[in-house]
């Protein structure tokens, strides 16, 4: 059984993103352990806390640590990620030389409203994956756009054919999380 992390860039309640990551997910197998990590409340990165740490850092850490591949969606904010996301990245890729993301298999994914489907977040996010030495699965590119009229108002994903490519998508990225 493989666990599955998963980390949705949008901290806000009913995000695209979010209903995104749920459709990947209702893909993984049957026996797929998933669990979501929480990026809303870790405090900004700061080297001068990598002397002693705080324990948000800590726990988000030793979640990172446990998961063998990781399921990333992220909405785009001004050409890149969400502060919340790259400081997540930072944080269990700190202490120098102690990241923890190193080695992970993992499916980025890009969502947004417009029809650019958050492109420029996407290989802004990547960039980020590579340097962290992760595995990232590059094909096929996720990069979902026009999540309103993909989603209801609490922004789950209903559009039948969205869903499907979704799921089909994470059980692509379980094959290769294997490997």
């Known amino acids: 059984m493989a666990k ?3 980390i949705v860039g949008s901290t806000r309640k009913n995000s695209y993103s979010l209903g995104v ?3 990947l997910v209702a ?3 049957a026996d797929a352990e998933v669990t979501y990590l929480d990026i809303a409340k870790l405090p900004l990165y700061n080297q001068d806390y990598d002397e002693a740490s705080p324990v948000e850092y800590t726990e988000f850490r030793d979640a990172v640590k446990a998961q063998d591949a990781f399921i990333i969606v992220t909405p785009e904010h001004n ?3 969400p502060a919340a996301l790259k400081n997540a990245l930072d944080v269990a890729s700190r202490p120098w030389g102690q990241s923890v993301w190193a080695g992970k298999p993992v499916l980025p994914a890009s969502q947004s409203i417009s029809g650019i489907a958050g492109v420029a977040a996407h290989h802004v996010l990547r960039n980020s994956l590579d ?3 992760m595995k990232i699965m590059h094909q096929p590119e996720l990069f979902i756009g026009n999540t309103a009229e ?3 108002e609490n922004g789950k994903i209903t559009n039948e054919g969205t869903k499907e490519f979704l799921a089909n998508v994470a059980g692509q990225f379980a094959e290769f999380a294997k490997n």
Do not use: T
Request: hydrophobic share 50%; charged share 20%.
């Open 150 to 152: 993909l989603a209801d």
């Open 4 to 6: 599955y992390g998963v």
């Open 21 to 23: 990551a749920e459709a």
């Open 27 to 29: 893909g993984l197998p």
């Open 131 to 133: 340097f962290l030495d």
């Open 79 to 81: 050409r890149s990620v």
